[in-house]
């Protein structure tokens, strides 16, 4: 098993950026893919990210890519979010995830951290 814990969350500025990490407990985080999702009020929670075991595969959402990116760290056991340019449409909890595979369901992913809010005024 593994407990995950997002931080870095915020109130920025439209421009802005945020660095988001996802701090993973035990020795398997490189064993898991991982994946991050937020969801705003009212609506679907949706992947923007994920990130293949060893890093080299990556997926993005179409409304981050070039403004988001994902890394992780199999040393430290962290995944990042690296968010720039946020725009207030990118307000929402965001969440990461660990699962097997890049997939971009929610199901596909079978741990998850409590989430951390981003809020992006204009």
């Known amino acids: 098993q593994v407990q995950l814990a997002e931080a870095g969350g915020g109130l920025v500025q439209a421009g802005d950026s945020l660095r988001l990490s996802c701090a993973a407990s035990?020795?398997?985080?490189?064993?898991?893919?991982m994946g991050w999702f937020r969801q705003a009020p009212g609506k679907d929670r949706e992947c923007v990210a994920a990130?293949?075991?060893?890093?080299?595969?990556?997926y993005y959402a179409n409304a981050v890519k070039d403004r988001f990116t994902i890394s992780r760290d199999n040393v430290k056991n962290t995944a990042y979010l690296q968010m720039n340019s946020l725009k207030p449409d990118d307000t929402a909890v965001y969440y990461c995830a660990a699962g097997l595979t890049v997939q971009t369901a929610t199901s596909s992913y079978n741990y998850w951290g409590p989430g951390t809010q981003v809020t992006v005024s204009s």
């Open positions: 990130i293949s075991r060893g890093g080299t595969n990556t």
């Open positions: 035990g020795r398997t985080f490189s064993s898991y893919a």
